[in-house]
């Protein structure tokens, strides 16, 4: 399973920007599909995450300012940033719990990552 994620990019603080997701391979099902974002020097921290059930969680620190959603069809989630920090600046990579056949275990797969830069 490969996530190719795309639409990170360079905005003014107060900006706002669209993450976009899409999960191709071999895939029976999504349990989850999230995002998660990582600074130098720092461990990767889940930003948000959505579950088959459209439930949601987010980190406190966007909460209210970034809403994530999903295209089942597109096996594909989506990250709108508004209202953008300059501590929002993080390489942003999406992640998926997926389960290629009827019989296999859901497990892991990562994105490549998108460079997210807020200046302010």
């Known amino acids: 399973v490969q996530l190719q994620a795309s639409g990170g990019g360079l905005v003014d603080a107060g900006g706002s920007l669209r993450l976009s997701c899409t999960a191709s391979?071999?895939?029976?099902?999504?349990?989850?599909l999230g995002w998660y974002r990582q600074t130098p020097g720092k461990q990767r921290e889940l930003v948000a995450r959505?579950?088959?059930?459209?439930?949601?969680n987010y980190a406190d620190s966007v909460k209210g300012r970034f809403t994530i959603s999903k295209d089942n069809a597109k096996n594909s989630t989506y990250l709108q940033m508004d209202s953008l920090k300059p501590e929002d600046t993080a390489v942003y990579y999406c992640n998926a719990d997926v389960r290629r056949f009827s019989a296999s275990p859901y497990r892991d797969a990562w994105g490549q990552g998108t460079l997210v830069t807020v200046s302010s």
């Open positions: 391979g071999t895939i029976f099902s999504i349990n989850s």
């Open positions: 959505i579950t088959r059930d459209n439930n949601t």
